[in-house]
C-alpha cells in the first residue's frame, strides 16, 4: 500500500470487477429469459448511475489570487469556473454568491499501450497564474498530462471583411468591386476557453501536485517520486529537481505526497512525504536538490505506535502560510502548523478527528484510511481549516485555540441560514441531544477539498459532486 495512487486505480479495478463478475453470475444463473432482460437493464442502469456519480465528483477547488473566480475540477476531467457576483444596491446580499462562468473539458481519458495502463480524466490539481491582463490562465493536470488554459471575454465581433461573406466563405476576388474597412460591432458576451500549453511525458508515476512559482516564470509538478521543474513557455523539456527512486524497487520506503513553492522566495520549495516528513530545499544549493536544507520531523512516541502508526502519519497535503513563515500539513487524525525555524516539532497540533482512533481497523478494511484530506489557511493565516467525515468540516482559530465542526450539507444551506456546530460523540462518552454518535458517521460522504479566499471569509467545501459556498455574515457569524 505504498504507492497511494496506485491503490486508488486497484480498489477501483477490484469494485469494477465484483461488479461485473456479479452481473455475469446473475445472468448465468437465471434461466428466465424476462428476468434476464429486467436482471439486464436493472445491471446496466446501476452501471450508468455508478459512472455517472464517479465522473460528477468533484476532484479539486481552487480560487484564483483575487478570489473573483473559483475554478474546481472533476473526475470526468471537466472544470467549471464560477465568477462572483458584483455588488448590487438593490439586492445587498447578491454579493459573494458565485455563478457558473465557463464550463469546459481539460482531459479525456487515454491509454498508455506500452504500458498497458489506462490514463484516467480525472483532474488532480488546478492551479491558477497571477492576472497578467485582461485574460486569465490556470493550469490543470491529470496523473500525466499538464495543460494551460486561456480564461478571456469576447463581447465585440468584426463585420465588414472584404474577401470573406457574412457566412465566413471566401468570396471570388472578380466580384470585389470596392474596399471597406472591417469594423468591430458589439455582441453578447462569450467566454473563450483555449488551450494554450500542453506539458506531457514528463512524469512516469502519477502527478498528485503543481504549484506555480513567484516568478511567474516556471512551476513545478509532483509525482510519487520525482519532482519536475518546468518553464510556462517551454512544453518539450523539464528539469528534474528531486528524484527519490532508489535503484532497487524493494528498498523503496516513502514517496512524495505533496509539493509547493514558497509564496515570496522563487528558490524555496517544500514537499511531504508517506512517512510524515517535510523537506524544505533550495533550489540554489544544487541543481538536483536530493539533499534538503531543512528536515522537518515530529519524534515518535513508543508506547504510541501500532499497525497503523506509518499510514496515519503520512502526510496528504502541506500548505505555506500567506505570510511564508508557517507550513500547514494534514496527515489522518490531525492538522500540524510548522514554524520554518524550529524543525523538532511542529509549533500547534489540532486534532481533527481523533475518535476514529479507535475505529482504524475498520477504516482500513474499507480503504477510508487512505483518504487524503487537504487542508487550507484563511486570508490572516490566523484560522485554519480542513475536511472530515460525514461532511463535517473543521476549523481552529489559532490565537483563541477555539474550534468548531460544521456540516455541508443541503438541509443545512440554505441561503443565508446559519450553520450550527455539530459535535460527535465518542464511543462509549455521554452523549447531549445534538450529538452524533460516532458509529452513525457515513464514511462515504467526505471533504477531501476545501479552499479559503484570499482576503475575505469566504470558502469553497467539496462535498461528493455537491460545491458549497459560505461566507461571513455582516456580524462575522459563519453562515
Not at 185 to 202: C, G, I, Q, S, Y
Not at 230 to 256: C, G, H, Q, Y
Not at 431 to 447: A, G
Amino acid at each position: 500500500k505504498m504507492l497511494k495512487s496506485g491503490e486508488k486505480h486497484f480498489s477501483l479495478t477490484l469494485i469494477l470487477f465484483k461488479d461485473i463478475w456479479r452481473y455475469i453470475r446473475f445472468i448465468i444463473t437465471n434461466k428466465c429469459i424476462g428476468e434476464r432482460l429486467n436482471s439486464l437493464n436493472a445491471t446496466d442502469k446501476r452501471f450508468r448511475n455508478h459512472n455517472l456519480l464517479q465522473a460528477d465528483i468533484i476532484s479539486t477547488v481552487e480560487f484564483n489570487h483575487t478570489g473573483e473566480l473559483l475554478a474546481t475540477g472533476d473526475k470526468g476531467g471537466r472544470v467549471v469556473i464560477f465568477q462572483r457576483e458584483p455588488e448590487s444596491k438593490t439586492e445587498p446580499f447578491s454579493q459573494g454568491e458565485y455563478n457558473v462562468y465557463s464550463t469546459f473539458q481539460s482531459h479525456e481519458p487515454e491509454f498508455d499501450y506500452l504500458k498497458s495502463l489506462e490514463i484516467e480524466e480525472k483532474i488532480n490539481k488546478i492551479r491558477w497564474l497571477p492576472q497578467q491582463n485582461a485574460a486569465h490562465f490556470l493550469l490543470s493536470t491529470n496523473d500525466k498530462t499538464i495543460k494551460l488554459w486561456k480564461v478571456s471575454e469576447r463581447d465585440k465581433r468584426p463585420e465588414g471583411y472584404n474577401l470573406k461573406d457574412e457566412e465566413g466563405r471566401i468570396k471570388d476576388i472578380s466580384t470585389v468591386t470596392s474596399l471597406q474597412v472591417p469594423v468591430l460591432k458589439p455582441m453578447d458576451l462569450m467566454v473563450e476557453v483555449t488551450p494554450r500549453r500542453v506539458f506531457a511525458n514528463a512524469h512516469t508515476y502519477h502527478i498528485n501536485s503543481i504549484s506555480v512559482n513567484s516568478d511567474y516564470e516556471t512551476y513545478m509538478s509532483a509525482d510519487d517520486l520525482r519532482i519536475n521543474l518546468w518553464n510556462l513557455d517551454i512544453t518539450d523539456r523539464s528539469f528534474n529537481i528531486v528524484d527519490i527512486k532508489p535503484a532497487n524497487m524493494e528498498d523503496l520506503t516513502e514517496v512524495i505526497t505533496a509539493a509547493e513553492f514558497h509564496p515570496h522566495h522563487c528558490n524555496l520549495f517544500v514537499y511531504s512525504s508517506s512517512k510524515g516528513t517535510l523537506r524544505l530545499c533550495d533550489m540554489r544549493e544544487a541543481a538536483l536538490c536530493d539533499k534538503h536544507s531543512k528536515l522537518f520531523e515530529e519524534p515518535e512516541d513508543p508506547s504510541a505506535r501500532s499497525f497503523f502508526s506509518e499510514i496515519i502519519s503520512s502526510v496528504s497535503d502541506v500548505k505555506f502560510s500567506h505570510s511564508g513563515r508557517y507550513l500547514l500539513t494534514r496527515d489522518y487524525l490531525t492538522a500540524k502548523v510548522w514554524d520554518l525555524n524550529m524543525e523538532s516539532k511542529p509549533l500547534e497540533t489540532y486534532q481533527v478527528h481523533d475518535y476514529l482512533r479507535s475505529k482504524l481497523c475498520s477504516l482500513y478494511e474499507n480503504d477510508c484510511i487512505f483518504d487524503k484530506f487537504e487542508c487550507a489557511w484563511n486570508g490572516a493565516d490566523s484560522v485554519i481549516m480542513t475536511g472530515a467525515y460525514n461532511n463535517f468540516f473543521r476549523m481552529f482559530d489559532r490565537n483563541t485555540k477555539r474550534d468548531v465542526t460544521l456540516e455541508a450539507s443541503r438541509e443545512s444551506s440554505k441561503p443565508r441560514a446559519v450553520l450550527k456546530p455539530r459535535r460527535v460523540c465518542a464511543a462509549g462518552g455521554k452523549r447531549r441531544k445534538d450529538d452524533i454518535s460516532v458509529d452513525s458517521l457515513d464514511f462515504t460522504k467526505k471533504i477531501l477539498h476545501t479552499a479559503w479566499h484570499p482576503t475575505e471569509n469566504i470558502i469553497a467545501i467539496a462535498a461528493t459532486n455537491n460545491l458549497y459556498i459560505f461566507q461571513d455574515k455582516l456580524n462575522s457569524e459563519m453562515h
